[in-house]
Nanobody, 121 residues
Framework: QVQLVESGGGLAQAGGSLRLSCVVYGSIFSIGAMGWYRQAPGKERELVADTTSGGSTNYADSVKGRFTISTDNAKNTVYLQMNTLKPEDTAVYYC???????????????WGQGTQVTVSS
């Protein structure tokens, strides 16, 4: 069983900061990419940022220069530092991890339960 537990969401004012965390629990052989998506009301889920096991990162244009993704491999944790928040960042944020459960198994994507981020103007 693999479980992703997110924390750190909440209410922030425009211009403020929040830090999201996502811890991966369970029996894991290897982790590939980790990242964050978000979904605002009435909109499709979109990529915010992701990072590969090799350390390369990818950001949505809307968050470049404001958000930073990082990982702690020893803790199987991915973070999203969000600075200079804007009201349009309001959404439910979901973390994901692509991992292998066992040697030779197919790499599969797992999702967190989502954490609400609300930015007031």
């Amino acid at each position: 069983q693999v479980q992703l537990v997110e924390s750190g969401g909440g209410l922030a004012q425009a211009g403020g900061s929040l830090r999201l965390s996502c811890v991966v629990y369970g029996s894991i052989f290897s982790i590939g990419a980790m990242g964050w998506y978000r979904q605002a009301p009435g909109k499709e889920r979109e990529l915010v940022a992701d990072t590969t096991s090799g350390g390369s990162t990818n950001y949505a244009d809307s968050v470049k220069g404001r958000f930073t993704i990082s990982t702690d491999n020893a803790k199987n944790t991915v973070y999203l530092q969000m600075n200079t928040l804007k009201p349009e960042d309001t959404a439910v944020y979901y973390c994901h991890v692509d991992l292998q459960r066992w040697r030779g198994s197919v790499q599969s994507r797992y999702w967190g339960q989502g954490t609400q981020v609300t930015v007031s103007s």
